[in-house]
């Protein structure tokens, strides 16, 4: 996984906002068309496989479960965001696109969607700045087990004018049912999604400029490139340069997810004891957080928990 970061400690502020080394000014939470990440999309081969997976490593039941349009879906739904499998059912033109976007792979990281509070005026922001958005949309979706359901409001941006990364905007009607805990040591949040980028001027720029996220943290190291960190919510959107020859400039990738647990030697444990591989549990980068990497159990997805000490009671 990428080095971890310190998130916490803001940069300095006199006038209440900051300007960052791109250019731009980013605000405070106030008035931003985006609240939050709302969840990430995981594509899948396999939705039976994957739910049992995902219960496995979050140690939770899903919140909710749903077909349509092609697709099967299960929704993980945590303190601060979801995570929703979704997976080629039938055969359909998204069918196809999804598998063709999976390519025989276990899973693959497809798309953010974040969270706004009013989606016509994020519509309007997403026109000015360059985004073109799709139409907005209203959806609603039941509840294979229980029959409830949801309504939202969604958008997308062009995804060619996003780097490649899809991402979608939604204001939900009602809130999502938290997904309940099924062992000891669960996995509570999520703390960082990480992009990884060869041009970091122009992802700055889409994340900060445009899209209105906090930068937080940008930083570089001869060993491991150039890290930004976005304030979302209460979690990170980490955007990671590392040059490689051959690389695509022109477009993102979203790469990897890190858990937030309270106890990360109580979940390595229960994840060992359901025969996943996992590395030994070693100091991160930021003082006070301590991380591991989880190898098996994800399909595919890059994945790191993390465990962060209790501030001191000033």
């Known amino acids: 996984m990428m080095p971890e970061y ?3 400690t803001p940069m300095p502020s006199p006038d209440k906002r900051r300007l960052s080394a791109h250019g731009f000014h980013v605000g405070q939470n106030g008035g931003k068309m985006i609240t ?7 594509l899948v081969g396999d939705i039976g496989a994957a739910k049992a997976a995902y219960q496995t490593l979050l140690a939770r039941v899903p ?8 697709a099967d879906r ?4 945590l303190e601060n965001m979801t995570i929703e499998l979704m997976a080629p059912s039938g055969y359909s033109v998204v069918a196809d696109r999804m598998r063709a976007l999976l390519d025989d792979q276990e899973g ?3 798309s953010l969607c974040f969270r706004v509070a009013d989606i016509g005026k994020a519509h309007r922001r997403l026109e000015r700045v360059a985004l073109r958005p799709d139409p907005v949309a209203e959806v609603e979706s039941s509840d294979a087990v229980t029959d ?11 995804t060619e004018l996003t780097r490649g990364v899809r991402m979608f905007f939604l204001e939900l009607a009602d809130e999502r049912p938290l997904s309940p805990a099924t062992d000891v040591a669960p996995i509570d949040a999520l703390d960082h999604v990480v992009i990884t ?14 899209l209105g996220l906090d930068l937080a943290l940008d930083r570089s190291h001869q060993d491991w490139g150039q890290l930004m960190f976005f304030r979302c919510g209460d979690l990170i959107v980490e955007v990671v340069r590392r040059p490689v020859a051959g690389s695509d400039v022109a477009h993102d990738r979203l790469w990897g997810l890190s858990w937030r647990v309270a106890d990360i030697d109580a979940t390595r444990a229960r994840l060992i004891a359901a025969g996943l591989d996992v590395s030994d549990v070693r100091n991160g980068r930021k003082p006070g957080t301590r991380i591991m990497t989880v190898r098996s159990g994800t399909c595919g997805i890059q994945t790191v ?6 501030k001191p009671v000033e």
Do not use: C, I, M
Not at 63 to 70: D, F, P, V
């Open 305 to 310: 928990l993390l465990e962060r000490s209790p």
């Open 197 to 210: 980028t060869e041009d970091s001027d122009r992802a700055a720029a889409l994340y900060g400029a445009r």
């Open 63 to 70: 919140a909710w479960q749903n077909s349509g349009e092609g």
């Open 74 to 77: 299960v929704l993980f739904t």
């Open 36 to 42: 939050g990440l709302d969840h990430v999309v995981v």
């Open 108 to 110: 693959v990281l497809a």
């Open 6 to 8: 310190d998130h916490d």
């Open 148 to 158: 409830a359901v949801l309504h939202w409001k969604r958008t997308r941006a062009a």
